[in-house]
């Protein structure tokens, strides 16, 4: 993907479905054997790859004018690894499949750019359910005739465990907490989803969740919510840029700490009714960040903000208390020129005039969103090898971009 430089993103864009509350709810699908409906559906890799599994499962599918109607159940419980390997996200169908056929056949998640990411709070939470849990070569097998509602401690507030705890416990006979549950607004959408198929579960969006288990899950029509990374990340871009751009279809609530990290580094954001516009008329000013569950500023945010960063007046620390192994697009970024010091979880960028284009690497989406976004500021053309990690979860995203003055080519 071939990406000039100094560009600055002017005009209007609008907000695709978000793909963290997308995946979650179509792995939510299974618990019911009726049919269901999902409204203004991304066309993004994560999300074709997902509904490829379901349909592998052995439910029908179909997507006309950007919906997927989904209509009979599961017949099969081990999804093909050559699916699962592709995202992490098909950990999801394991609460589904537990709940719905008792009993659920994965393999194990190899580990991705970001770190080894295990799944033992899933398993645990699974456990405290009734299931059996064993590991056999590389899969894990969970197994339960009943699920029985119970009270679940997670050690540490998992967006991913949460989601498959609620979903195996809102078929469970009696009443299932989660305590210390992810507070995620996927979560509250995922809760919302479930609940229009007549789950019942209360308290999605705080730290405890309660599920009342019951019998069965009936059909539904559903539209999820914005995708708040996605609308973050050009707000980020319009920041970087210099440029002035509103963003449409956004709920701002999701986004306030992004917001307030914009504004304390001299950018502009003004909110008016379900859009924002953001530009940025001075200097940027260097600021301190620490990436923390929801609603703290989030981790999908950290590399759009380190290119960002690279160019303000002064050192920003910006440390990754998420995931373990999240830098990997400093390396790419100090390509560019950026002057970017990490030590452990901690990043100093020490910004610069300006970058400079050059070939670089993407090695998730975040960071290949980041250095679409160091690429546009920077003197010269940028080349993003792998730039397909970015289609991931980023719908049209060169279309978008050039609809707001970039050039963005294909190569
Ligand atoms: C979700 O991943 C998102 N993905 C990620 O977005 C996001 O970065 C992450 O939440 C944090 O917000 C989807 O929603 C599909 P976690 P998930 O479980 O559920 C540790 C993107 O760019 N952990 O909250 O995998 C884990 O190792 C993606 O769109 C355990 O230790 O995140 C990590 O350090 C990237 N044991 C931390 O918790 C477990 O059983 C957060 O992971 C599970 C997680």
Avoid: W
Wanted: hydrophobic residues 40%; glycine residues 8%.
């Amino acid at each position: 993907m071939l990406v000039p430089g100094k560009v600055r993103l002017m005009g209007e864009v609008e907000v695709s479905s978000s793909k963290n509350a997308i995946l979650p709810i179509l792995a939510a699908s299974l618990l019911s054997d009726e049919t269901k409906i999902i409204k203004n559906v991304p066309d993004i890799r994560d999300v074709t790859v997902i509904t490829e599994l379901i349909q592998y499962l052995g439910v029908k599918v179909d997507y006309r004018d950007r919906s997927l109607h989904f209509s009979g159940g599961a017949v099969r419980e081990t999804p093909p690894y050559e699916l699962v390997r592709l995202i992490r996200a098909s950990f999801l169908v394991m609460g589904p499949l537990l709940a719905k056929k008792g009993s659920v056949r994965v393999s194990l998640p190899g580990g991705c750019a970001i770190g080894t990411r295990p799944i033992d709070l899933h398993l645990k939470g699974f456990e405290a359910l009734g299931a059996s849990i064993n590991v056999t070569g590389g899969d894990v097998i969970a197994k339960a005739n009943q699920l029985y509602g119970n009270h679940v401690y997670l050690d540490y507030p998992s967006v991913g465990a949460t989601e498959n705890i609620m979903m195996a416990a809102s078929l469970a006979q009696g009443t299932t907490y989660i305590e210390n549950a992810a507070l995620e607004p996927e979560i509250v959408d995922l809760a919302n989803f479930m609940n229009s198929m007549g789950a019942r579960i209360t308290g999605a969006g705080s730290n405890v969740i309660k599920i009342e288990g019951v019998e069965k899950l009936s059909s539904t029509d559903y539209s999820p919510i914005p995708d708040r990374i996605e609308a973050g990340t050009y707000m980020v871009a319009a920041a970087a840029t210099a440029g002035d751009i509103i963003i449409k279809n956004i709920i701002p609530e999701h986004l306030k700490a992004v917001t307030a990290k914009l504004l304390e580094s001299n950018a502009i954001v003004e909110e008016n009714n379900g859009h924002i516009r953001v530009y940025r008329q001075q200097d940027i000013k260097p600021v301190y960040i620490k990436t923390q569950p929801y609603p703290g500023f989030p981790t999908d945010m950290q590399a759009q903000f380190m290119a960002y960063l690279s160019l303000a007046r002064g050192s920003s620390v910006i440390t990754e208390s998420v995931f373990e192994n999240r830098f990997m697009h400093v390396a790419e970024l100090l390509r560019m020129g950026a002057k970017i010091k990490t030590e452990g979880r901690t990043a100093i960028i020490k910004g610069c005039r300006e970058l400079t284009g050059a070939r670089v690497r993407a090695t998730d989406l975040r960071a290949g969103a980041a250095l679409m976004i160091a690429g546009l500021t920077a003197r010269g053309s940028t080349n993003i090898m792998n730039s397909e990690h970015i289609d991931r979860g980023y719908e049209n995203i060169v279309a978008k971009l050039n609809g707001l003055g970039a050039n963005i080519r294909r190569v």
